[in-house]
T-cell receptor
Framework: GESVGLHLPTLSVQEGDNSIINCAYSNSASDYFIWYKQESGKGPQFIIDIRSNMDKRQGQRVTVLLNKTVKHLSLQIAATQPGDSAVYFCAESIEGADGLTFGKGTHLIIQP | GAVVSQHPSRVICKSGTSVKIECRSLDFQATTMFWYRQFPKQSLMLMATSNEGSKATYEQGVEKDKFLINHASLTLSTLTVTSAHPEDSSFYIC????????????FGSGTRLTVV
């Protein structure tokens, strides 16, 4: 299940199940969105991105869905594996602006 | 693919000393580099944006005299934490972007700074 702690929400899923990680972004002007995976002590690793002119984009075992109406982004990971354990962040940016604004992050824990 | 190298990966320094962190784009020219700070179990917070040959732009609340950023070439940016204090202990991460945003944001592996 999902729980919200003092800082990072945690999502616990069974190995082999699908994971859905959600993100609410803040700026309606944002037009580019990225999901990152961060393992302990490492920098963020790019997973998948999507532009605001799209609602859905698929990669290898991952799918990103964008709902601009409610400013919501989700990352779906199919057949979750132990190596998927990490913290996942969504990030947003605006065309013409620099830098990324990161969401709070979700700690994905894989149960054997 | 695009690779960003960040050094050192971890550093321990005494309170009052300065520490320099390097961020290099290895296989592309980074017109813009970004520096983030991350506290345990929290998200990344943008500290500053630097464009090659220009002064860095700092986010609100970030002391520019404490966090000196230099982006002297298209492949190297440095962050110097001056007169470090224990509260500066954190995970510092750089990111580099190529000619335009479509090139993507590539992150370094981060630097764990501990000030004792």
């Amino acid at each position: 299940g999902e729980s919200v702690g003092l800082h990072l929400p945690t999502l616990s899923v069974q190995e082999g199940d699908n994971s859905i990680i959600n993100c609410a972004y803040s700026n309606s002007a944002s037009d580019y969105f990225i999901w990152y995976k961060q393992e302990s002590g490492k920098g963020p690793q790019f997973i998948i991105d999507i532009r605001s002119n799209m609602d859905k984009r698929q990669g290898q075992r991952v799918t990103v869905l964008l709902n601009k109406t409610v400013k919501h982004l989700s990352l779906q990971i199919a057949a979750t594996q132990p190596g998927d354990s990490a913290v996942y962040f969504c990030a947003e940016s605006i065309e013409g602006a620099d830098g990324l604004t990161f969401g709070k992050g979700t700690h994905l824990i894989i149960q054997p | 693919g695009a690779v960003v190298s960040q050094h050192p990966s971890r550093v321990i320094c005494k309170s009052g000393t300065s520490v320099k962190i390097e961020c290099r784009s290895l296989d592309f020219q980074a017109t813009t580099m970004f520096w983030y700070r991350q506290f345990p179990k929290q998200s990344l917070m943008l500290m500053a944006t630097s464009n090659e040959g220009s002064k860095a732009t700092y986010e609100q609340g970030v002391e520019k005299d404490k966090f000196l950023i230099n982006h002297a070439s298209l492949t190297l940016s440095t962050l110097t934490v001056t007169s470090a204090h224990p509260e500066d202990s954190s995970f510092y991460i750089c990111s580099a972007r190529g000619v335009d945003r479509d090139y993507g944001y590539t992150f370094g592996s981060g630097t764990r700074l501990t000030v004792v």
